[in-house]
């Protein structure tokens, strides 16, 4: 593992969980749009995150008890946006014109309620790469300045 491979892999963390706090403040922004560009309510949106590097830890420390360089560096990146699957909400509202014949609207599949908590847990996340690339940077400084 390189020098700078750490701060690598919490840069990765930082682009995806900044992506998914992206998507997640679009969803909260379309939480009353009951009509999108297809004319159909908005659609929720989730971010899929995948690993990058070596799949298992044994794998990794096995190559770094032996100091080869054959095991790629970790981290994470963003494999796709998708649309939730779960069924759009039916509010009775007759007044409204989006209304159908039965007096429901349909609003689109976002509960702000997740939506909150998502953020949160991805800001928490952001938090600890952040910590983890400061802490990296400061072990560097440190093995830099005993090699002076």
């Given at each position: 593992?390189?020098?700078?491979?750490?701060?690598?892999?919490?840069?990765?963390?930082l682009t995806a969980q900044r992506?998914?706090?992206d998507v997640t403040a679009e969803n909260?922004?379309?939480?009353?749009?009951?009509?999108a560009a297809n004319g159909k309510p908005y659609q929720r949106q989730e971010v899929v995150l995948q690993q990058l590097g070596s799949?298992?830890?044994g794998?990794?420390?096995?190559?770094?008890?032996?100091?080869?360089?054959?095991?790629?560096?970790?981290?994470?990146q963003v494999?796709?946006?998708v649309s939730d699957a779960t069924p759009d909400q039916q509010v009775y509202d007759p007044g409204n014109p989006e209304a159908n014949a039965q007096g429901y609207v349909k609003l689109p599949n976002v509960s702000t309620v997740t939506e909150m908590t998502d953020l949160i847990s991805e800001s928490q996340s952001?938090?600890?790469?952040?910590?983890a690339m400061q802490t990296s940077k400061s072990m560097f400084t440190a093995?830099?300045?005993?090699?002076?």
């Open positions: 593992m390189g020098l700078f491979d750490a701060i690598g892999i919490s840069g990765s963390g992506i998914r706090m909260l922004a379309n939480a009353n749009t009951t009509k799949s298992d830890f794998g990794a420390l096995s190559s770094a008890v032996q100091q080869t360089s054959s095991a790629v560096p970790g981290g994470v494999a796709g946006i952001y938090q600890s790469d952040v910590t093995t830099l300045g005993l090699l002076k």
